[in-house]
């Protein structure tokens, strides 16, 4: 008996399967089961819930397709698949800004007074985080939120980025020392 014939499922603690049998379904439905709710909680926080539903869901899309790119030997199936979210993540807010901008011009104007003051308060601190978030290079900002908001360790995001791990400790202690200093770059 194979690893995903006993119900579908590889064994606790497999983190680098096969993705090339001939039954992709199997394993990709446990690959669901098992990170889809992370990988939607993570890109909630990035990009809210709607675009998260349709991000996760495009994920596992790009990774059914792009299984025989996987290397087992060289990332865990986690990182393969934060990696790709990420990615995908990055078109998706460029897209985003495009729009915004195009139509940054065109501000409803809300005439109740109270929701107005707390939209002002909410955005006044929407925009100092994401003033400083801003302020990081889209690749320090990618190794901060992996591992602050993931749940990444510094060797996940490495693979999940395809860079060294060095790379990561180094990009996130810069940042930590940024975010210290107040976000100045």
Same mark, same amino acid.
């Given at each position: 008996? %194979?690893? %995903?014939?006993?119900?579908?499922?590889?064994?606790?603690?497999?983190?680098?399967?096969?993705?090339?049998?001939?039954?992709?379904?199997?394993?990709?439905?446990?690959?669901?089961? %098992?990170?889809?709710?992370?990988?939607?909680?993570?890109? #909630?926080?990035? #990009?809210?819930?709607?675009?998260?539903?349709?991000?996760?869901?495009?994920?596992?899309?790009?990774?059914?397709?792009?299984?025989?790119?996987?290397?087992?030997?060289?990332? =865990?199936?986690?990182?393969?698949?934060?990696?790709?979210? %990420?990615?995908?993540?990055?078109?998706?807010?460029?897209? $985003?800004?495009?729009?915004?901008?195009?139509?940054?011009?065109?501000?409803? #104007?809300?005439?109740?007074?109270?929701?107005?003051? $707390?939209?002002?308060?909410?955005?006044? =601190?929407?925009?100092?985080?994401?003033?400083?978030?801003?302020?990081?290079?889209?690749?320090?900002?990618?190794?901060?939120?992996?591992?602050?908001?993931?749940?990444?360790?510094?060797? $996940?995001?490495?693979?999940?980025?395809?860079?060294?791990?060095?790379?990561?400790?180094?990009?996130?202690?810069? #940042?930590?020392?940024?975010?210290?200093?107040?976000?100045?770059?």
């Amino acid at each position: 008996m %194979t690893d %995903t014939e006993a119900g579908g499922q590889p064994p606790p603690g497999r983190d680098r399967p096969d993705l090339s049998g001939p039954d992709p379904g199997r394993v990709f439905g446990w690959l669901f089961d %098992t990170h889809a709710a992370a990988l939607r909680h993570y890109l #909630v926080r990035r #990009v809210g819930e709607t675009a998260a539903d349709d991000l996760v869901s495009e994920t596992f899309v790009v990774a059914l397709h792009q299984r025989h790119r996987y290397d087992p030997q060289r990332a =865990a199936v986690r990182s393969w698949l934060y990696g790709i979210a %990420t990615n995908l993540m990055r078109r998706h807010v460029r897209d $985003e800004t495009r729009q915004l901008k195009a139509h940054s011009a065109e501000t409803p #104007v809300d005439g109740h007074a109270n929701r107005v003051a $707390e939209r002002v308060d909410a955005q006044a =601190a929407a925009q100092r985080l994401a003033g400083a978030l801003t302020k990081l290079s889209p690749g320090d900002r990618d190794v901060l939120l992996l591992i602050s908001w993931a749940g990444l360790d510094t060797t $996940e995001v490495a693979e999940a980025l395809d860079i060294p791990a060095g790379t990561v400790r180094s990009r996130l202690h810069r #940042v930590r020392k940024q975010l210290r200093k107040g976000g100045e770059a």
